[in-house]
């Protein structure tokens, strides 16, 4: 009778080991970690084949004479859909911030007085202290300057190195109290494109080519994301018209002493460098975690 409760006791026991086990695996099953990103990315939309996260986390833009670090992270985030002779259309994200808007600081603030890199740290402090607060800095915040179905995608020249990764139009906002609310470089009628390239650009003079990266990929939840990191952006042949609708009522005061800050910004005096985290996901699975996860 002891042993025969025994075995009653030990298959009860494994029972609910292989429950427990079994319950284990389907929440790991619908595990949503690595596709909380892709929230925004319209994946409901059919069209819709690839979604993607990607965070622009250091680099640099230069706008003339004006060099300005990236030290916020930039979002951009939305789907793409199927590429035709290798560029793919782009979807918007769905709660309208494609590209999230990160104000970063320019070095010198709005009257540009940046210390020599030989002057001692006491002298770079009080230089960024008067002349990068909050009256007298400056913030430059890149933004979309038209739809987010302007922008394109290729995957191939992404990982080949080659041709156009990324073809963007953007404006740069720059603010400042003295400035007005509505000082840009670029608009929608009037954008900058840029056209983000993995491999090796061939700008105008007097810029020299520069070289990007296509990074270090691997492959999440079973393949059905990639991540690509350590990936580099890069273009330095574009671009940019003058500033407008710098302060205000008194633009007409205002705008010629910003682009004579900013300087001259014809091809050949600009650059773009993006380092990036990468991900993409299939709208097929995403939609299927979704499934899973109401």
């Known amino acids: 009778m002891n042993k025969y409760r025994m075995r009653v006791t030990c298959t009860a026991l494994l029972a609910v080991a292989l429950v427990a086990l079994g319950l284990t695996a389907s929440a790991q099953a619908k595990l949503v970690v690595e596709f909380e990103k892709f929230a925004q990315c319209p994946y409901t939309n059919l069209e819709?084949?690839?979604?993607?996260?990607?965070?622009?986390?250091?680099g640099e833009v230069v706008l003339g004479s004006k060099k300005v670090p990236i030290e916020k992270p930039v979002i951009l985030q939305?789907?793409?859909?199927?590429?035709?002779?290798?560029?793919?259309?782009?979807?918007?994200?769905?709660?309208?911030?494609?590209?999230?808007?990160?104000?970063q600081n320019v070095p010198g603030g709005l009257l540009g007085i940046v210390p020599e890199e030989k002057q001692n740290w006491l002298v770079k402090k009080l230089i960024k202290f008067f002349f990068e607060n909050s009256l007298t800095g400056l913030n430059s915040t890149l933004e979309l300057a038209k739809p987010a179905t302007e922008i394109r995608i290729s995957e191939n020249n992404l990982a080949g190195k080659k041709g156009v990764a990324l073809k963007m139009p953007v404006k740069v906002h720059l603010e400042n109290p003295f400035l007005g609310s509505n000082c840009y470089v670029g608009s929608s009628s009037s954008p900058i494109w840029w056209e983000l390239t993995t491999g090796t650009t061939a700008?105008?003079?007097?810029?020299?080519?520069?070289?990007?990266?296509?990074?270090s990929v691997e492959f999440l939840e079973e393949g059905r994301i990639l991540r690509t990191t350590g990936a580099k952006l890069v273009d330095n042949s574009w671009s940019a018209p003058s500033a407008t609708g710098c302060g205000?009522?008194?633009?007409?005061?205002?705008?010629?002493?910003?682009?004579?800050?900013?300087?001259?910004t014809t091809a050949g005096h600009n650059t773009a460098i993006l380092n990036n985290t990468v991900n993409v996901g299939a709208a097929a699975a995403v939609r299927t975690n979704n499934e899973e996860n109401p």
Do not use: D, H, R
Request: hydrophobic share 40%.
């Open 78 to 103: 939305g789907g793409y859909g199927k590429a035709v002779e290798g560029i793919a259309p782009f979807f918007a994200a769905t709660n309208g911030v494609t590209l999230a808007k990160a104000p």
């Open 203 to 215: 700008p105008p003079k007097p810029n020299e080519p520069i070289t990007g990266s296509s990074g």
């Open 48 to 58: 819709v084949k690839k979604c993607i996260y990607s965070v622009t986390e250091s």
């Open 248 to 264: 205000g009522i008194i633009a007409f005061l205002v705008n010629p002493i910003v682009v004579g800050q900013v300087g001259t």
